[in-house]
């Protein structure tokens, strides 16, 4: 008999909290059938969970089934991680917990974009007052950051255009002055790993996702169930490529940048489209969102060719292009007029799920990675 079965190891006490984690309570019945341990194995290794504060067991819910119930073991909430995104007009921080509730939020607004330095002094203030607040009570194991830029490892930002950081210890200045392990993270990849484990890209993967925020439109990528990093760490960058035009009256900028073709008309602004176009005129804007629409759909098209995904996930300011009803299916009819296999039944494209909530839960993953032993995160 294989000996993890027979004895707790510490590769079952993350492999169990990871379950809970990512599947929330479970009986210990139900640990025991997903883990292939045995019961007193499952029953060792709760106890030292819960011994740890790492999670807390409770009788279930009555039922009428003879016999004795198993106890239903749940990951703990007042173990912390704390999720910040840095863009050009603020600071937004979450507490997440190892459950993924969301205890505590806060937005620091800005006049301008802020330094790294800056970021980490208003981390700091938050997490005092919380401490005297929301979270008197809470264990916190680490900060996850998510950064709209190119992230080399997880700590140095390279290149943050629109922040204006080049090549920024961030998570080192930010354990600095918090006195807590940091780690930092392109945001839409983040997006893309948190919208695969617990949003609509679940049970894929395969998935590619695609955000639109302040700071422009970035780009994650699940292949394998594996976010892809890339030689540099740096894919998904899909809003920095030269977008796809069906129609060369679409073209508005001299970059054809996706993003630069998404911005608002004519590309005389920095703001993105948002549920609104932007333009006065009802016809016009009509016209504006079915543009951008074309290009979006020879944008995923051109994704869906050369990644061979099995699903598109739409975020931010990008997911109200998806449309409903006729909308979305024109959409997605234009985008399997584009691919070399148009008629996947299983092929989707679908709008994020986790809503505002998806950058603060995949940078609490980088957070919760060392206590989980998230070995795909800790590169």
């Given at each position: 008999?294989?000996?993890?079965?027979?004895?707790?190891?510490?590769?079952?006490?993350?492999?169990?909290?990871?379950?809970?984690?990512?599947e929330g309570a479970r009986s210990r019945a139900q640990l025991t059938a997903d883990t292939g341990l045995n019961r007193s194995t499952i029953a060792s290794l709760v106890a030292s969970l819960t011994e740890s504060g790492l999670a807390v067991e409770h009788d279930p819910a009555q039922t009428r089934r003879v016999g004795r119930p198993s106890p239903v073991?749940?990951?703990?909430?007042?173990?912390?991680?704390?999720?910040?995104?840095?863009?050009?007009?603020?600071?937004?921080?979450?507490?997440?917990?190892?459950?993924?509730?969301?205890r505590a939020r806060a937005t620091v607004e800005l006049d301008a974009p802020p330094s790294p330095r800056q970021v980490a002094d208003v981390i700091a203030a938050t997490i005092a007052a919380w401490r005297e607040g929301a979270l008197s009570h809470a264990r916190l194991v680490g900060i996850g950051l998510a950064v709209p830029g190119l992230v080399s490892g997880t700590a140095l930002v390279a290149n943050a255009p629109h922040l204006g950081w080049v090549d920024e210890p961030l998570a080192d200045i930010v354990a600095e002055t918090t006195?807590?392990?940091?780690?930092?993270?392109?945001?839409?990849?983040?997006?893309?790993?948190?919208?695969?484990r617990f949003g609509s890209g679940a049970g894929r993967d395969d998935v590619v996702y695609l955000n639109g925020g302040p700071s422009g439109i970035g780009g994650g990528i699940i292949t394998g169930g594996r976010l892809l990093r890339g030689v540099s760490g740096f894919s998904g960058e899909f809003g920095h490529i030269v977008a796809p035009f069906t129609d060369p009256a679409d073209r508005r900028t001299a970059s054809g940048a996706f993003e630069d073709e998404l911005r608002a008309p004519g590309a005389e602004t920095n703001t993105l489209v948002r549920d609104e176009i932007g333009v006065p005129d009802p016809r016009a804007a009509a016209q504006e969102r079915a543009r951008r629409r074309r290009i979006l759909a020879a944008t995923i098209a051109t994704?869906?060719?050369?990644?061979?995904?099995?699903?598109v996930v739409l975020g931010g300011t990008l997911a109200p292009l998806l449309g409903e009803g006729k909308d979305a299916k024109e959409l997605r009819d234009a985008i399997a007029e584009q691919c070399i296999r148009p008629n996947d039944p299983d092929f989707a494209v679908l709008p994020a799920a986790l809503a505002d909530d998806r950058l603060f839960i995949g940078a609490a993953e980088l957070a919760f990675a060392g206590l989980l032993a998230d070995e795909a995160l800790l590169a």
């Open positions: 008999m294989d000996q993890a079965s027979t004895t707790p190891g510490s590769d079952n006490l993350p492999r169990l909290l990871t379950i809970l984690h990512r073991v749940s990951p703990s909430s007042e173990v912390v991680a704390i999720a910040v995104n840095p863009e050009v007009d603020a600071v937004r921080l979450a507490a997440v917990g190892l459950d993924r509730a969301v006195g807590l392990p940091a780690r930092a993270g392109n945001d839409a990849s983040l997006g893309a790993l948190a919208e695969h994704a869906v060719s050369i990644l061979d995904t099995g699903a």
